[in-house]
């Protein structure tokens, strides 16, 4: 659909030559080849020059995915989501109804929360990346500041390495890109005894052995 836009609205001249419509309907993510045509009583003009479009994501971007730290279960992560320098204008302008007050297709692309994604990493040549949605977790990232997120992945596996995304999801339908991939790493159950024990004593019915105690992983003491 067509909708002609006032001057004003725009922040353009009212002598400036112009004529302004915003083509809603379109894919996410998507490019488009935009051609003007002039039309009269007479017939239509010759086509304009082509000007490139690409639409947004429905949700913003997430970059910045870092662990903070992890143990043997567990995993903390943090993001930020990067939003298009002038995606609160676009937006307002190109979804906002016709009707006065109609902001349900903008309320549609607010932030409802995330999804996460993990991937066990395997060590055989050629094993498959097989991703695995984390559940339970939409809507339970902390908002640190504005628009920077936290977020505690609970139950993974000990002694592993695991490959994990975050993408945002719109109140409506839709869903952003996934980020770029983080590592995780958790630390096994117990820390390892690097020393063979040593043989202090024997006796007829037993033995005295003696090995260095290790350090405490975190979340795990000894």
């Known amino acids: 659909r067509l909708r002609p836009k006032f ?28 051609t003007a045509v002039a039309i009269t009583h007479g017939g239509r003009g010759d086509s304009s020059g082509a ?13 910045g995915v870092t662990v903070e730290d992890s143990d043997h279960s567990s995993a903390s992560l943090s993001w930020q989501l990067s939003q298009h320098p002038h995606f609160d204008a676009l937006a ?14 903008l309320d549609d692309r607010k932030l409802r929360g995330f999804k996460i994604r993990l991937a066990e990493l395997k060590t055989g040549r050629g094993s498959p990346t097989v991703w695995q949605e984390v559940l339970g977790a939409r809507a339970a ?23 994990v995304q975050v993408a945002a999801v719109a109140r409506g339908e839709g869903e952003g890109l996934w980020s770029e991939i983080a590592e995780i790493r ?37």
């Open 51 to 63: 000007a490139r479009a690409e639409t947004l994501a429905i949700a913003s971007d997430v970059a």
């Open 141 to 163: 990232a902390l908002e640190t500041e504005k628009g920077s997120y936290k977020l505690r992945l609970r139950d993974l596996k000990p002694n592993s390495t695991c490959l």
């Open 186 to 222: 958790t630390e096994q159950l117990a820390p390892e005894i690097d020393e063979a024990p040593t043989l202090c004593s024997d006796f007829r019915q037993g033995a005295l052995l003696q090995w260095r105690t290790p350090e405490d992983l975190p979340g795990a003491p000894v």
């Open 92 to 105: 307002k302008l190109c979804l906002s109804g016709e009707a006065p007050g109609d902001t349900s297709e």
């Open 7 to 34: 001057t004003q609205e725009l922040g353009l001249r009212e002598d400036f030559p112009s004529h302004v419509v915003v083509v809603g309907n379109l894919y996410a993510l998507s490019t488009y080849s935009c």
